[in-house]
């Protein structure tokens, strides 16, 4: 008895299934392509990482989609969009990208998703982001605060102190003259 | 060292040129009569700019054309513009000093003025540019300075120029400063006669014109010719640093510091050539300043326009051939978009019409070489404008929130405005004003350098 009844049930949960991904697929054949854009936490001084999925109208992951990610510049009027990057979605239909602003706080975000240069999806999303500095590491001696940038900016100030001291020196040196007495 | 760059100074006092010294000192003594009419119009323009400027104060920087798309635009050409020129006549007198050129004496004191009212006009730019006029306290006081940005580097730079440009008018003024003092010291006692009086006695400290002070004060002289060289050569390229180091098409260009300092030179020798004209109808010194004058400066310009022509063709050349988005359409739109009648303006004008005046001898006279000087300042200035707009209204921003549905990749617009074209004219206009109000303090000439260059060329069957 209890063969037939789990046989049965089991039917009944298959059936249940095959047409609940029937109908889903229906649902998403109807709609369009899919791109849900997350944020993961803000870490200070590594970024944020943007993560845009983008799904096939059948739920497949869409490969080889170049993602624009943009972010709002409030500053500007009318608060347009400026890129920050882009990536490729990979085999499950992912593109990342980290984000490193120089600023904290809350920012809206564009993904735009493209294939053979059609746009195919989008997304917004705000996010909290922290402040990372792009730039900073130990790579690039050369700014200001790394060690051939202090010392760079040491010897232009102390040139430019020289030829301040220089000029004040040859102004000097005409305007105090010579003694009388040992010229004609 | 400084035997080496020591001028020959006359074993024998120089005889003295009353004539010259008549000529030269008369505009300083007694006031032209178009003078006044001619400081109250330039004045009244001057004016105008500061009540434009005002306006901007209360109306913001909109109302001079600037907007999100356009953030760079009139004020920062100007400020290019108007320090490229002050580069050119400190040169081209250090040139001569050090080249030891006898025919430079009547062109020095000229260009040298030039240079240091110019100057501080083209710093001035920076106010108006910033918008706000309190941002100036961050870029020169110290706890805010920013180390990493080429602004304050130029000031830097731009800062140390001035000061060497006022010490390069100084020095060789000690002399003549002297030379009128003696000449005052004959006049009847009057406000004007003291107040020169105490100029001068300020100018010469303790001089006295022994051999030994003036091989001192030459020496002083060629050392700072020399420094002024390269340090005019470091302002400029520092000043392109502004552009060249952004991520922009058309700004971010390696050759963009040399492309500066030609363009300095070749229009610095224009307005030399300009203010020698005017100096030279205004003050009667027909006498003292010739053609060959005209001409000889007429060579040296088209020396430098040449090579900023060469400049401005590897630069399109190398960007265009490169077929990359961003430098391509930068090419595209000034050579054959939006920009192209003041890209084509600069290239005929400044290009080739100065060029053909001085390779047709008939043309090659002071009245053509002024006319090429002329077109060449004009055009440099329009060329400034193509470096620096077209690149400004490069569209790195998406403008979502415009009429076209919110993906906009459209270039921005500058307009001129009242404001911004009154100020430039006021600075234009500041720097003839503030010449008329230096030649009327100081000889336009330097008198002893005349003398002692006319007892060298007699005395050794040199060349003037």
């Known amino acids: 008895m209890r063969t037939p009844t789990r046989v049965l049930g089991g039917l009944l949960v298959g059936g249940v299934a095959v047409l609940a991904l029937a109908l889903g697929g229906v649902a998403g054949a109807s709609g369009a392509t899919s791109l849900q854009l997350r944020a993961g936490a803000p870490v200070t001084g590594v970024g944020t990482a943007l993560t845009a999925v983008v799904d096939s109208p059948a739920g497949a992951p869409v490969t080889g989609a170049v993602v624009t990610f943009e972010v709002h510049v409030p500053e500007f009027a009318g608060s347009p969009l400026l890129t920050i990057g882009r990536a490729t979605t990979d085999a499950s239909g992912v593109a990342a990208f980290t984000y490193q602003p120089t600023w904290a706080g809350p920012t809206s975000f564009v993904a735009t998703a493209a294939l053979g240069g059609s746009t195919i999806a989008q997304g917004t999303l705000t996010a909290s982001v922290a402040r990372t500095d792009p730039f900073a590491g130990p790579i690039n001696a050369t700014r200001t605060d790394g060690l051939i940038g202090r010392w760079a900016v040491a010897v232009l100030l102390a040139l430019v102190l020289a030829m301040w001291i220089t000029l004040l020196a040859l102004v000097v040196r005409v305007q105090q003259g010579s003694p009388r007495t040992t010229e004609g | ?464």
């Open chain 2, 1 to 464: 060292m400084t035997d080496v760059i020591v001028e020959p100074v006359p074993s024998e006092a120089h005889p003295v040129d009353h004539e010259l010294r008549h000529a030269v000192l008369r505009p300083v003594l007694e006031t032209p009569r178009w003078w006044w009419p001619s400081v109250l119009v330039l004045g009244a323009v001057v004016a105008l700019g500061i009540v434009a400027w005002i306006f901007q104060l209360a109306h913001g920087l909109g109302s001079a054309g600037y907007n999100d798309d356009a953030f760079w635009g009139i004020y920062e050409s100007n400020l290019v513009t108007f320090i490229g020129v002050s580069y050119g006549g400190a040169v081209v007198s250090a040139i001569l000093r050090l080249t030891h050129q006898s025919w430079r004496a009547p062109l020095t004191r000229i260009a040298e003025a030039t240079a240091l009212v110019t100057l501080p006009i083209g710093m001035i730019f920076i106010i108006p540019h910033l918008g706000n006029p309190g941002k100036i306290w961050e870029l020169v006081w110290p706890p805010y300075w920013n180390l990493s940005s080429p602004i304050l580097w130029d000031f830097f730079a731009v800062s140390t120029y001035l000061m060497a440009t006022i010490v390069f008018f100084y020095l060789p003024l000690v002399p003549d400063a002297k030379v009128a003092l003696e000449q005052l010291d004959a006049e009847a006692p009057s406000t004007r006669v003291k107040v020169r009086q105490t100029l001068y006695r300020t100018l010469v400290g303790r001089y006295g014109g022994t051999p030994t002070e003036r091989r001192r004060l030459n020496g002083s002289i060629g050392l700072l010719a020399i420094m002024i060289i390269p340090m005019a050569v470091s302002v400029h390229s520092v000043l392109s640093f502004a552009f060249a180091s952004s991520s922009r098409a058309g700004y971010m260009e390696t050759i963009l510091p040399v492309y500066f300092v030609v363009a300095a030179l070749y229009s610095g020798v224009a307005l030399v050539v300009i203010s020698v004209a005017a100096v030279r109808k205004l003050f009667h010194l027909e006498s003292y300043i010739a053609s060959r004058h005209f001409v000889r400066l007429g060579f040296l310009m088209i020396a430098f326009g040449a090579a900023y022509l060469y400049l401005t063709f590897t630069e399109y050349l190398i960007d265009g051939y490169s077929n990359t988005a961003g430098p391509a359409a930068w090419v595209h739109q000034v050579v054959a978009g939006r920009y192209w009648v003041p890209f084509w303006f600069y290239f005929v004008a400044g290009g080739l019409v100065p060029l053909l005046i001085m390779a047709i001898k008939p043309l090659r006279t002071k009245t053509g070489v002024t006319i090429a000087s002329v077109f060449v300042v004009l055009s440099l200035w329009v060329k400034r404008l193509v470096i620096v707009i077209p690149a400004a209204t490069e569209p790195l921003v998406r403008a979502a929130t415009k009429a076209s549905g919110g993906v906009s990749t459209g270039w921005g617009t500058y307009h001129f405005t009242w404001i911004s074209i009154s100020i430039t004219v006021a600075a234009t206009a500041a720097i003839f004003l503030l010449l008329l109000i230096v030649f009327r303090f100081v000889p336009a000439l330097s008198v002893t350098e005349m003398e002692e260059l006319a007892h060298e060329t007699r005395t050794q069957g040199g060349r003037s």
